[in-house]
């Protein structure tokens, strides 16, 4: 699995960005995908070519009919779709981290969260695209369920030629379990949207004007001084 501890770090560093919705998403993310298609989806897929096999000894024959069943390999497709939806998080944590830094950019954590909650908005809205896109290409390169016969008849095959693709039911399981958990990652995206929209950005410290420029409010004397207009930051994006 080191190939893929880059990328979990990477993950991981959303988590001080994300509200809780977003939270629980990465836990959706980091176990249910990446976990699982390091330990399982390897095993499941490693020999998705080598045992594929046609009735004909015709030279090239197989490598076509292979091409024709399985346009893009199933575990290549899935390792693809994470990196994908991964990329959206990553960029956003580059570029916090890259605001954090400059000279003058720091200011308190409310404003901070102001001026990166558009960037992180996009990000999940990246994300959401990335994710229903990719159910979609899934459904419509390989459907439902790995079929355990494949009817070639492509040049240079001869003929019809069956080809038998090994262990199908247990790569339909798979297929299966990785559909769903898309759509649950689908549906906390579109809940994480939903909150950050519906909360809007946290208010800038300092918005109103300073309660000595203000007149006094009805009912108070004339030398009192008004509580400022201006409620606490709010919203769960932190830097």
């Known amino acids: 699995m080191g190939e893929w501890g880059f990328l979990s770090s990477l993950l991981d560093a959303v988590q001080e960005h994300s509200p809780m919705v977003g939270r629980f998403w990465l836990v959706v993310m980091l176990l249910f995908r990446i976990l699982v298609l390091a330990t399982v989806g390897s095993d499941v897929f490693e020999d998705e070519q080598e045992e594929f096999v046609c009735n004909t000894q015709q030279p090239g024959?197989?490598?076509?009919?292979?091409?024709?069943?399985?346009?893009?390999?199933?575990?290549?497709?899935?390792?693809?779709?994470?990196?994908?939806?991964s990329a959206p998080a990553a960029l956003f944590v580059i570029f916090a981290v890259h605001q954090a830094a400059k000279p003058g950019r720091g200011g308190a954590p409310g404003q901070r969260a102001r001026r990166l909650q558009p960037f992180y908005v996009g990000s999940v809205v990246a994300r959401i695209a990335a994710e229903l896109g990719f159910l979609l290409g899934q459904a419509l390169l390989y459907g439902f369920r790995v079929q355990p016969l494949f009817v070639c008849h492509r040049r240079p095959c001869p003929h019809h030629v069956d080809c038998f693709v090994s262990r199908p039911t247990e790569k339909t399981v798979f297929i299966h379990f990785y559909f769903v958990v898309g759509l649950v990652?689908?549906?906390?995206?579109?809940?994480?949207?939903?909150?950050?929209?519906?909360?809007?950005?946290?208010?800038?410290?300092?918005?109103?004007?300073?309660?000595?420029?203000?007149?006094?409010?009805?009912?108070?004397?004339?030398?009192a001084v008004a509580e400022p207009c201006c409620p606490p930051p709010r919203g769960d994006l932190t830097v």
């Open 185 to 223: 990652s689908a549906l906390l995206s579109l809940a994480e949207l939903a909150h950050l929209l519906r909360k809007g950005p946290p208010v800038r410290a300092g918005c109103c004007p300073r309660p000595q420029e203000r007149g006094p409010a009805p009912g108070q004397p004339a030398g």
């Open 61 to 85: 024959c197989k490598p076509v009919c292979y091409d024709a069943a399985f346009p893009i390999s199933h575990y290549r497709f899935l390792v693809f779709h994470v990196v994908v939806l």
